[in-house]
């Protein structure tokens, strides 16, 4: 393989690899705050099992918003 097609190839994966980069730390961001809603509703409540399936909700959003 010549050089400039190996540059080429990496130059491509560098740039697939930081255009996902945005949505990887907005989900990351979602994903913070749905625990941290977690823990809040865990101290709140005394440790309520509701909590788990707020959660679930919450991340099941996160992963919507992709």
């Given at each position: 393989m010549?050089?400039?097609l190996s540059l080429a190839i990496a130059a491509l994966c560098v740039a697939a690899a930081s255009?996902?980069?945005p949505?990887?730390?907005v989900a990351n961001d979602c994903a913070?705050?749905?625990y941290a809603q977690e823990n809040s509703c865990r101290r709140a409540t005394k440790?309520?099992?509701t909590?788990?399936?707020q959660v679930t909700r919450?991340?099941?959003g996160c992963r919507a918003q992709r």
């Amino acid at each position: 393989m010549s050089r400039t097609l190996s540059l080429a190839i990496a130059a491509l994966c560098v740039a697939a690899a930081s255009s996902a980069l945005p949505e990887v730390s907005v989900a990351n961001d979602c994903a913070q705050r749905c625990y941290a809603q977690e823990n809040s509703c865990r101290r709140a409540t005394k440790d309520s099992p509701t909590c788990g399936a707020q959660v679930t909700r919450c991340l099941q959003g996160c992963r919507a918003q992709r």
